[in-house]
Protein backbone atom coordinates (compact mmCIF):
# COMPACT_ATOMS: atom_id res chain seq x y z
CA UNK A 1 0.00 0.00 0.00
CA UNK A 2 1.57 3.16 -1.07
CA UNK A 3 1.14 6.48 0.37
CA UNK A 4 -1.69 7.48 -2.40
CA UNK A 5 -3.82 4.88 -0.97
CA UNK A 6 -3.21 6.18 2.34
CA UNK A 7 -4.32 9.64 2.42
CA UNK A 8 -7.52 8.28 0.17
CA UNK A 9 -8.55 6.42 3.22
CA UNK A 10 -11.41 8.74 4.52
CA UNK A 11 -11.90 8.48 8.35
CA UNK A 12 -15.59 8.08 9.83
CA UNK A 13 -16.99 11.32 11.96
CA UNK A 14 -18.19 10.57 15.13
CA UNK A 15 -21.37 13.24 15.36
CA UNK A 16 -23.58 14.23 18.61
CA UNK A 17 -27.12 15.19 17.80
CA UNK A 18 -30.37 15.40 18.91
CA UNK A 19 -33.56 13.33 18.92
CA UNK A 20 -36.50 14.31 16.49
CA UNK A 21 -38.61 16.09 19.23
CA UNK A 22 -35.46 18.36 19.90
CA UNK A 23 -34.56 17.24 23.43
CA UNK A 24 -30.87 17.13 24.74
CA UNK A 25 -29.50 14.03 23.10
CA UNK A 26 -28.14 10.80 25.98
CA UNK A 27 -24.86 11.54 24.94
CA UNK A 28 -25.30 15.14 25.67
CA UNK A 29 -27.12 14.86 29.00
CA UNK A 30 -24.14 12.10 30.39
CA UNK A 31 -21.43 14.77 29.57
CA UNK A 32 -23.55 17.42 31.11
CA UNK A 33 -23.83 14.93 34.46
CA UNK A 34 -20.03 14.55 34.47
CA UNK A 35 -19.29 18.02 33.85
CA UNK A 36 -21.05 18.89 37.27
CA UNK A 37 -19.82 15.82 38.98
CA UNK A 38 -16.26 17.54 38.21
CA UNK A 39 -17.15 20.56 39.37
CA UNK A 40 -18.66 19.75 42.54
CA UNK A 41 -15.77 20.07 44.84
CA UNK A 42 -15.18 23.52 43.43
CA UNK A 43 -19.52 24.18 44.05
CA UNK A 44 -18.69 22.76 47.97
CA UNK A 45 -15.97 24.91 48.41
CA UNK A 46 -16.90 28.29 47.09
CA UNK A 47 -21.02 28.28 47.29
CA UNK A 48 -21.18 26.72 51.16
CA UNK A 49 -19.55 27.28 54.82
CA UNK A 50 -17.09 24.50 54.45
CA UNK A 51 -14.27 27.12 53.66
CA UNK A 52 -14.68 28.92 56.88
CA UNK A 53 -15.13 25.95 58.38
CA UNK A 54 -12.01 23.46 57.60
CA UNK A 55 -9.63 27.14 57.89
CA UNK A 56 -10.77 27.43 61.32
CA UNK A 57 -9.95 23.76 62.42
CA UNK A 58 -6.58 23.83 60.63
CA UNK A 59 -5.67 27.11 62.73
CA UNK A 60 -7.18 24.98 65.69
CA UNK A 61 -4.16 22.06 64.82
CA UNK A 62 -1.75 24.26 64.19
CA UNK A 63 -2.09 26.12 67.12
CA UNK A 64 -1.97 22.85 69.08
CA UNK A 65 1.19 22.07 67.60
CA UNK A 66 0.23 19.05 66.71
CA UNK A 67 1.43 18.42 63.87
CA UNK A 68 -0.71 15.72 62.33
CA UNK A 69 -3.32 15.21 64.81
CA UNK A 70 -6.52 15.06 64.02
CA UNK A 71 -5.20 13.67 60.82
CA UNK A 72 -6.54 15.31 57.49
CA UNK A 73 -9.69 12.86 57.17
CA UNK A 74 -11.15 13.81 60.40
CA UNK A 75 -10.90 17.21 59.94
CA UNK A 76 -12.29 16.91 56.37
CA UNK A 77 -14.97 15.05 57.93
CA UNK A 78 -15.90 17.03 60.18
CA UNK A 79 -16.14 19.38 58.52
CA UNK A 80 -18.24 18.39 55.60
CA UNK A 81 -20.66 17.15 58.25
CA UNK A 82 -20.70 20.51 59.92
CA UNK A 83 -21.34 22.20 56.34
CA UNK A 84 -24.33 19.96 55.62
CA UNK A 85 -25.56 20.93 59.19
CA UNK A 86 -25.06 24.71 58.45
CA UNK A 87 -26.67 24.43 54.91
CA UNK A 88 -29.30 21.84 55.81
CA UNK A 89 -32.26 24.74 55.80
CA UNK A 90 -30.81 26.33 52.54
CA UNK A 91 -30.78 22.37 50.96
CA UNK A 92 -34.28 22.19 52.58
CA UNK A 93 -35.91 24.98 50.20
CA UNK A 94 -33.57 23.84 47.20
CA UNK A 95 -35.43 20.04 47.20
CA UNK A 96 -38.71 21.51 48.20
CA UNK A 97 -39.04 24.45 45.41
CA UNK A 98 -36.74 23.15 42.96
CA UNK A 99 -35.72 19.64 42.78
CA UNK A 100 -39.12 17.82 43.50
CA UNK A 101 -41.37 20.38 41.67
CA UNK A 102 -38.87 19.57 38.54
CA UNK A 103 -38.80 15.86 39.43
CA UNK A 104 -42.77 15.76 39.18
CA UNK A 105 -42.43 17.61 35.86
CA UNK A 106 -44.34 20.15 37.56
CA UNK A 107 -41.60 23.03 36.40
CA UNK A 108 -38.79 23.78 34.05
CA UNK A 109 -35.51 23.13 33.79
CA UNK A 110 -35.21 27.02 33.90
CA UNK A 111 -37.47 27.45 36.48
CA UNK A 112 -35.56 24.68 38.55
CA UNK A 113 -32.62 26.78 38.25
CA UNK A 114 -33.86 30.08 39.01
CA UNK A 115 -35.55 28.43 42.29
CA UNK A 116 -32.28 26.82 43.53
CA UNK A 117 -30.43 30.07 43.09
CA UNK A 118 -32.01 32.19 44.88
CA UNK A 119 -31.75 30.23 48.41
CA UNK A 120 -28.32 29.88 47.73
CA UNK A 121 -28.04 33.87 46.64
CA UNK A 122 -29.49 34.50 50.05
CA UNK A 123 -27.09 32.75 51.82
CA UNK A 124 -24.20 33.63 50.02
CA UNK A 125 -25.08 37.23 50.27
CA UNK A 126 -25.84 37.48 53.64
CA UNK A 127 -22.15 36.46 54.51
CA UNK A 128 -20.49 38.50 51.66
CA UNK A 129 -19.00 41.98 52.40
CA UNK A 130 -20.31 44.61 50.51
CA UNK A 131 -16.48 45.99 50.27
CA UNK A 132 -15.95 42.80 48.66
CA UNK A 133 -18.87 42.53 46.09
CA UNK A 134 -18.43 45.99 45.21
CA UNK A 135 -14.73 44.94 44.26
CA UNK A 136 -15.68 42.86 41.64
CA UNK A 137 -19.09 45.40 40.58
CA UNK A 138 -16.45 48.36 39.72
CA UNK A 139 -14.06 46.04 37.51
CA UNK A 140 -17.21 44.36 35.77
CA UNK A 141 -17.91 48.22 35.12
CA UNK A 142 -21.66 47.08 37.19
CA UNK A 143 -24.88 48.67 38.06
CA UNK A 144 -25.17 48.41 42.01
CA UNK A 145 -28.03 45.66 42.11
CA UNK A 146 -31.50 46.55 43.87
CA UNK A 147 -32.25 43.06 45.32
CA UNK A 148 -29.86 40.03 45.92
CA UNK A 149 -31.38 37.66 42.30
CA UNK A 150 -29.97 40.53 40.71
CA UNK A 151 -26.30 39.56 41.53
CA UNK A 152 -25.11 37.59 39.06
CA UNK A 153 -22.77 34.60 40.44
CA UNK A 154 -19.58 35.68 38.69
CA UNK A 155 -19.54 38.13 40.94
CA UNK A 156 -21.30 36.80 44.15
CA UNK A 157 -19.05 33.78 44.19
CA UNK A 158 -15.60 35.10 44.42
CA UNK A 159 -16.54 38.08 46.59
CA UNK A 160 -18.30 35.11 49.26
CA UNK A 161 -15.21 32.99 48.99
CA UNK A 162 -12.82 36.21 49.79
CA UNK A 163 -15.07 37.12 52.43
CA UNK A 164 -15.11 33.82 54.15
CA UNK A 165 -11.69 33.52 53.96
CA UNK A 166 -10.82 37.28 55.96
CA UNK A 167 -13.58 35.49 58.77
CA UNK A 168 -11.36 32.55 58.93
CA UNK A 169 -8.08 34.33 59.43
CA UNK A 170 -9.80 36.50 61.63
CA UNK A 171 -10.96 33.63 64.12
CA UNK A 172 -8.08 31.83 63.52
CA UNK A 173 -6.38 35.18 64.77
CA UNK A 174 -8.53 34.90 67.93
CA UNK A 175 -7.69 31.09 68.85
CA UNK A 176 -3.59 31.39 68.43
CA UNK A 177 -3.77 33.72 71.18
CA UNK A 178 -3.68 31.18 74.63
CA UNK A 179 -1.24 29.35 72.24
CA UNK A 180 1.13 32.18 71.74
CA UNK A 181 0.75 33.08 75.45
CA UNK A 182 1.27 29.10 76.85
CA UNK A 183 4.52 29.30 74.20
CA UNK A 184 5.77 32.60 75.39
CA UNK A 185 5.47 31.93 79.23
CA UNK A 186 6.92 27.83 78.82
CA UNK A 187 9.76 29.81 76.45
CA UNK A 188 10.63 32.81 79.34
CA UNK A 189 10.60 30.15 81.74
CA UNK A 190 13.13 27.64 80.09
CA UNK A 191 15.64 30.93 79.49
CA UNK A 192 15.27 32.05 82.97
CA UNK A 193 16.27 28.40 84.18
CA UNK A 194 19.20 28.28 81.45
CA UNK A 195 17.82 25.73 79.49
CA UNK A 196 18.16 26.85 76.06
CA UNK A 197 19.37 23.98 74.21
CA UNK A 198 15.55 22.30 75.56
CA UNK A 199 12.98 23.28 72.52
CA UNK A 200 10.14 25.01 74.43
CA UNK A 201 7.34 23.07 71.53
CA UNK A 202 8.49 20.13 73.59
CA UNK A 203 7.14 21.85 76.66
CA UNK A 204 4.15 23.95 76.03
CA UNK A 205 2.59 21.20 73.71
CA UNK A 206 1.43 19.11 76.96
CA UNK A 207 0.45 22.33 78.38
CA UNK A 208 -1.80 23.27 75.84
CA UNK A 209 -3.27 20.16 75.19
CA UNK A 210 -3.89 19.78 78.67
CA UNK A 211 -6.06 23.53 78.45
CA UNK A 212 -7.74 23.02 75.37
CA UNK A 213 -9.16 19.75 76.76
CA UNK A 214 -10.15 21.33 80.38
CA UNK A 215 -12.06 23.93 78.32
CA UNK A 216 -13.96 21.49 75.58
CA UNK A 217 -11.77 23.26 73.10
CA UNK A 218 -13.67 21.49 70.34
CA UNK A 219 -17.17 21.96 71.79
CA UNK A 220 -16.18 26.11 72.37
CA UNK A 221 -14.78 25.96 68.54
CA UNK A 222 -17.69 24.56 66.84
CA UNK A 223 -20.31 26.40 69.16
CA UNK A 224 -18.33 29.82 68.00
CA UNK A 225 -18.30 28.26 63.78
CA UNK A 226 -21.91 27.85 64.54
CA UNK A 227 -22.95 30.63 65.66
CA UNK A 228 -20.94 32.72 63.22
CA UNK A 229 -23.60 32.05 60.39
Do not use: C
Not at 187 to 196: D, F, P, R
Amino acid sequence: MNYLSLLAITIPGISVGTDGSGDVSTTLQLLFLLTILSLAPAILILLTSFTRIIIVLSFVRTGLGTQSMPPNQVLIGLALFLTFFVMSPVLSEINDNALQPFLNDEISQEQALDNASSPMKEFMAKHTREKDLALFYSYQGLEKPTTIDEIPFTSLIPAFAISELKTAFQIGFIIFIPFLIIDMVVASTLMSMGMMMLPPVMISLPFKILLFVLVDGWNLIVESLLMSF
